[in-house]
T-cell receptor
Framework: ETGVTQTPRHLVMGMTNKKSLKCEQHLGHNAMYWYKQSAKKPLELMFV???????ENNSVPSRFSPECPNSSHLFLHLHTLQPEDSALYLC???????????????FGPGTRLTVT | AQSVAQPEDQVNVAEGNPLTVKCTYSVSGNPYLFWYVQYPNRGLQFLLKYITGDNLVKGSYGFEAEFNKSQTSFHLKKPSALVSDSALYFC????????????????FGKGTKLSVKP
């Protein structure tokens, strides 16, 4: 285990539903990330939080809404998704986004999302 | 702009043979380089990194990688492959000269599928 947990592991939702993905890290890190992994596409960075402040929104559609209440928890709220949003959503954490040499990110197992 | 390339979609190796998974990068400053592995239905696992120092970096599960500045490469290697090494491998780079904004994030390659046959 990497110290990063994600729930649920699998989620099927209709296009009109609202759901949330949860990520929790037990590593004492200060930066947290959401990535989207689709088949045959590079890993896409969606959002970055550093010390609870959002530092990156990589042109993500507003139907994805992140929330970071503290350095250990990260949520991704989903509403009115499209079938093309079906993917593996990965959460990661690192010591700090910006400085130092502990830059490696530790990933959770992901949430497999299917939008019907 | 920083970028990373993994030129091979798939690498096939016989068990016991040495393996190499290739990665080349482009950054404006000194590179910070990483290798990750992803097993089926799992998240990415950190294998090793190069920040500074010795060009040969040793990591988890017997893997190592060699930083070559002149060739802007950071190939992943293992002297003797195991069937259990079969997985998807990702190279990632970060520009060490820039900390702010998107420059401070990791850029991942598209991944290379490693298949080790008995």
């Amino acid at each position: 285990e990497t110290g990063v947990t994600q729930t649920p592991r699998h989620l099927v939702m209709g296009m009109t539903n609202k759901k949330s993905l949860k990520c929790e890290q037990h590593l004492g890190h200060n930066a947290m990330y959401w990535y989207k992994q689709s088949a045959k596409k590079p890993l896409e960075l969606m959002f970055v939080y550093n010390f609870k402040e959002q530092t990156e929104n990589n042109s993500v559609p507003s139907r994805f809404s992140p929330e970071c209440p503290n350095s250990s928890h990260l949520f991704l709220h989903l509403h009115t998704l499209q079938p093309e949003d079906s993917a593996l959503y990965l959460c990661a954490s690192s010591q700090d986004q910006r400085e130092g040499n502990q830059l490696e990110q530790y990933f959770g197992p992901g949430t497999r999302l299917t939008v019907t | 702009a920083q970028s990373v390339a993994q030129p091979e979609d798939q690498v096939n190796v016989a068990e016991g043979n040495p393996l190499t998974v290739k990665c080349t990068y482009s950054v404006s400053g000194n590179p910070y380089l990483f290798w990750y592995v992803q097993y089926p239905n799992r998240g990415l696992q950190f294998l090793l990194k190069y920040i500074t120092g010795d060009n040969l970096v040793k990591g988890s599960y017997g893997f190592e990688a060699e930083f070559n500045k002149s060739q802007t490469s950071f190939h992943l290697k293992k002297p003797s492959a195991l069937v259990s090494d079969s997985a998807l491998y990702f190279c990632a780079v970060r520009d060490g000269a820039n900390y702010g904004g998107s420059q401070g994030n990791l850029i991942f390659g598209k991944g290379t599928k490693l298949s080790v046959k008995p």
